[in-house]
């Protein structure tokens, strides 16, 4: 299995990426969104790759970091995701939208992703969940505890999410004055 590649990039198409390594030249495919942060053509480029074997073909994906390897590698293991579609996801949105929208249960921000319909959304939130790593746009314990709380309150956790960010973002870094910054001004939205 090839783990990764370094070598010079040959050509670059929305489909996939052509890439040298000592004379041999491996067709990779990537995602949408990569190819614009890719160096030009000529110039040296290093991937994570995962192989893929079936029994007509064995195809490259490659990734500039680690972690979207892993989430691509997790998406394959959902019931109804191959890799074309676990390739899509990762072209659709970013890194961060994609866990944020799996976080708040975003089902329409899913369905934004070609060829994703609402059961295969609904099974990826509920697969998904607990195998990935909490979006960078989670704060800490406390922010944590406090969206947690909210969303007990009843309040929906993607409405929720946006106030506490801001609230957040005003540093208030202690539970209480952070659920009643958060609060008032949801009901400061709710009455304006």
């Given at each position: 299995?090839?783990?990764?590649?370094?070598?010079?990039?040959?050509?670059?198409?929305?489909?996939n990426?052509?890439?040298?390594?000592?004379?041999?030249?491996?067709q990779?495919?990537?995602?949408?969104?990569?190819?614009?942060?890719m160096?030009?053509?000529g110039?040296?480029?290093?991937?994570?790759?995962?192989t893929?074997?079936r029994?007509?073909?064995?195809?490259?994906?490659?990734?500039?970091?680690?972690?979207?390897?892993?989430?691509?590698?997790?998406?394959?293991?959902?019931?109804?995701?191959?890799?074309?579609?676990a390739?899509?996801?990762?072209?659709?949105?970013?890194?961060?939208d994609?866990?944020?929208?799996?976080?708040?249960?975003?089902?329409?921000?899913?369905?934004?992703?070609?060829?994703?319909?609402?059961?295969?959304?609904?099974?990826?939130i509920?697969?998904?969940?607990?195998?990935?790593?909490?979006?960078?746009?989670?704060?800490?314990?406390?922010?944590?505890?406090?969206?947690?709380?909210?969303?007990?309150?009843?309040?929906?956790?993607?409405?929720?999410?946006?106030?506490?960010?801001?609230?957040?973002?005003?540093?208030?870094?202690?539970?209480?004055?952070l659920?009643?910054?958060?609060?008032?001004?949801?009901?400061?939205?709710?009455?304006?």
């Amino acid at each position: 299995m090839i783990g990764s590649l370094r070598g010079r990039l040959i050509s670059k198409r929305p489909e996939n990426i052509i890439i040298e390594t000592h004379g041999v030249g491996y067709q990779v495919n990537v995602p949408l969104n990569m190819l614009s942060s890719m160096p030009h053509e000529g110039e040296d480029l290093f991937l994570h790759i995962y192989t893929h074997v079936r029994e007509d073909a064995i195809q490259l994906f490659g990734f500039t970091d680690e972690a979207q390897k892993r989430i691509f590698i997790t998406l394959l293991g959902i019931t109804g995701v191959g890799p074309k579609m676990a390739l899509n996801v990762l072209s659709g949105l970013s890194l961060d939208d994609f866990l944020t929208a799996l976080e708040t249960e975003d089902v329409a921000m899913l369905c934004r992703i070609p060829g994703l319909g609402k059961k295969t959304a609904h099974r990826l939130i509920l697969e998904l969940r607990e195998k990935l790593p909490a979006s960078t746009g989670s704060k800490d314990r406390v922010f944590d505890d406090t969206l947690s709380a909210l969303v007990n309150l009843g309040y929906k956790k993607n409405i929720a999410l946006e106030f506490l960010e801001q609230a957040y973002k005003q540093g208030h870094t202690e539970i209480e004055t952070l659920l009643r910054e958060t609060l008032r001004m949801m009901a400061e939205k709710r009455h304006g």
